[in-house]
């Protein structure tokens, strides 16, 4: 298997609404990721997790809050969130240090 | 300050040109450079240079790493319309969890 899945595939949400994204892979990939990425711009980094411990935290607002409960899953909760929180969010895996990362489809999230 | 440049950020030509993009970097620890083709969701992975003057090529794609003048080129040859995409190049530095710092990417237009 050399897909990384992303659930759902769209979400719209109140701003005080408390919803999750999830990340799936079965690559064995120890490296997972998430990226926000507004229209017309490259994927921005957001957290990194390594060997299931979150390793880099890209200045993160505290309402976006990751979790990586196994090796294959990682999940992005997200609570009061603001407009401008609308993006795709991108999640990848890779093998740790190795820069090629596989990307899920991503997830479509608009805050209303 | 890290960075990624690539140029041009647009370019429209017809089925059958040959196109060159370009990749410059300026990254502490450089590890790879990497590069995807995004079109409406996930980037999908194309190429992952480490070492300079080696071509990799896949079908009508092929790209290069010059690690002296920090720069890759992508090139496509025989363009078709489904060539047309966001060119996203990427370079892995840094520690050891493959951090990515992505270029504002190139958006190319194949017009039959």
């Known amino acids: 298997d050399t897909e990384v899945t992303q659930t759902p595939k769209h979400l719209v949400m109140g701003m005080t609404n408390k919803k999750s994204l999830k990340c799936e892979q079965h690559m064995g990939h120890r490296a997972m990721y998430w990226y926000k990425q507004k229209a017309k711009k490259p994927p921005e980094l957001m957290f990194v997790y390594s060997y299931e411990k979150l390793s880099i935290n890209e200045s993160v607002p505290s309402r976006f809050s990751p979790e990586c409960p196994n090796s294959s899953l990682l999940n992005l909760h997200l609570h009061a969130l603001q407009p401008e929180d609308s993006a795709l969010y991108l999640c990848?895996?890779?093998?740790?240090?190795?820069?090629?990362?596989?990307f899920g489809p991503g997830t479509r999230l608009t805050v209303l | 300050e890290d960075k990624v440049v690539q140029s041009p950020l647009s370019l429209v030509v017809h089925e059958g040109d040959t196109v060159t993009l370009n990749c410059s970097y300026e990254v502490t620890n450089f590890r790879s450079l990497l590069w995807y083709k995004q079109e409406k969701k996930a980037p999908t992975f194309l190429f992952m240079l480490?070492?300079?003057?080696i071509e990799k090529k896949s079908g009508r794609l092929s790209s290069i790493l010059d690690k002296k003048e920090l720069f890759s080129i992508l090139n496509i040859t025989a363009t078709q319309t489904g060539d047309s995409a966001i060119y996203l190049c990427a370079v892995n530095y840094g520690g050891s969890q493959g951090n990515l710092i992505f270029g504002k990417g190139t958006k190319l237009s194949v017009k039959p």
């Open positions: 480490t070492s300079s003057g």
């Open positions: 990848a895996s890779s093998q740790v240090g190795v820069g090629e990362q596989f």
